[in-house]
DNA sequence: TCTGGGGTCCTAGGACCC
DNA sequence: TCTGGGGTCCTAGGACCC
């Protein structure tokens, strides 16, 4: 049976997160900022309605952000995350056969309901997940991921839709994807956005059109698959199970400049511990480890940044020996005299936790370790994160990335919990 | 003063081996 | 004058996504 794709996105999901629990923001302009309120990472639509960018710098737009009363917030990932959740819980109700593509978004295989009204049926999801987690979403069906993707950026863009657009029931395709820009298509970068507009490609519809021979060339096989799935021919499978990671990191940039290696060790050391949360939430171990540092680009002044990859020397998934590494990297590579503006670590080569083999030669207790990091995380999972931490991560930690309009973690900390009143 | 973080896949080129 | 060829593995860099 052919397959049938619907993809359901959440609209402006940070900001309506904040909504849900903060109904005064309702129909206001809001932005949600990057780590250290750098960047704008999220808009509402009447904040996209004043020609705020995404990813553009908040001291840039400082002044309009006043004169429109923009209501400006910290990210907040611990709610994003939560009510990520609940929404994907919410669409699990209508289709087991979820594929969670991102924290905002998720493919639908409708192959089952192929007999049923597929528009009614996207309204219906819409309206539960409305109902339930406060999130507005939108929904585009289609043949292809690449076709649902232009279908729902059509449903979110066309208000009469209510919603949801379905690109198999529609009569008139060529006209659709003869109005989507080519650089709208998903996997449409800049780089070849700009390609394709100098051979005169400029719609979906003349995408759809190239010769095979010819995007083979230019763009690869990555290209070549784009272009096909825009003529229905599903080349991006439903993947239900999500793949193992190849690589998981944390990086960072300081709230305040470093230029001490003490602070920088405190850093890394913090950064080896989050990591290493993630590697035994994923349940993996790591066989490789690569640290990295960086000055301020956008700042005058002597610009230097470096990383180094080692081998660990055991297959690991503890803090301590992941820290242990990432200062033996960390200081090979810092040079006195420069003002750092970031710093991270990065695990690749990993492998399931259960399949490690001992080391001959490893004389570490890896009994008392796995021991040790289970208390370690139970603490921080009831705690709170960093609650406790090792004495490398430091205890001022003046460095530390700042969030300064953050708002409550509502729905994960008890302290937190929205109040309502009784009238 | 002030510019995010975490991922994926593909490709080309070099090293090495038989 | 006068080059081997093919396979595999690894790495760095590019492009893209949310």
Known sequence: ?????????????????????????????????????????ARSNEAKGLGIGMGVPEFQIRPLLRTHRVQVLSSNYTLYGDMSQR????????????????????????????????TEHGRQIRRT?????GIPVSVGIAKTKTLAKIANRIAKRTPDLGGVFDLLGCSDLETVLGRVAVEDVWGIGRNHARLLNQQGITTALQLRGVDDQWIRKRMGIVGLRLVMELRGVSCLDFEQCP???????????FGTLIHTL??????????????????????????????????????????YSNALTLK????????????KSALQGIRAIYRDGYLYKKAGVLLTGLVPASQTQADLFDYQDRGKSKRLMSALDAVNDRWGGGTLHY???GLTREWKTHFHRRSPAYTTHWDELPLVQAK
């Open 243 to 253: 793949a193992p990671k190849q690589s998981l990191s944390c990086s960072r940039a």
């Open 129 to 133: 997940v409305k109902q339930w987690t």
């Open 1 to 41: 049976m052919p397959p049938i794709f619907a993809l359901v996105d959440c609209n402006n999901f940070y900001a309506s997160c904040e909504r849900v629990f903060n109904p005064m923001l309702g129909g206001k302009p809001i932005v949600v900022l990057s780590n250290n309120d750098g960047c704008v990472v």
């Open 262 to 303: 003490a602070e920088m060790e405190e850093a890394v050391s913090v950064y080896a511990s989050r990591v290493a949360e993630k590697l035994r939430r994923e349940r993996l171990a790591a066989t490789v480890l690569t640290v990295c540092l960086t000055t301020n680009e956008f700042k005058e002044g002597p610009q």
């Open 391 to 393: 004495a490398s991560s």
């Open 87 to 118: 929404v994907m819980e919410t669409l699990e109700q209508f289709c087991p056969d979820l594929e969670i593509y991102s924290i905002d978004e998720a493919f639908l295989s409708l192959v089952g309901f192929a007999q049923r009204d597929l």
């Open 312 to 323: 660990l020397p055991i297959v690991t998934d503890s803090t301590a020996d992941l820290i």
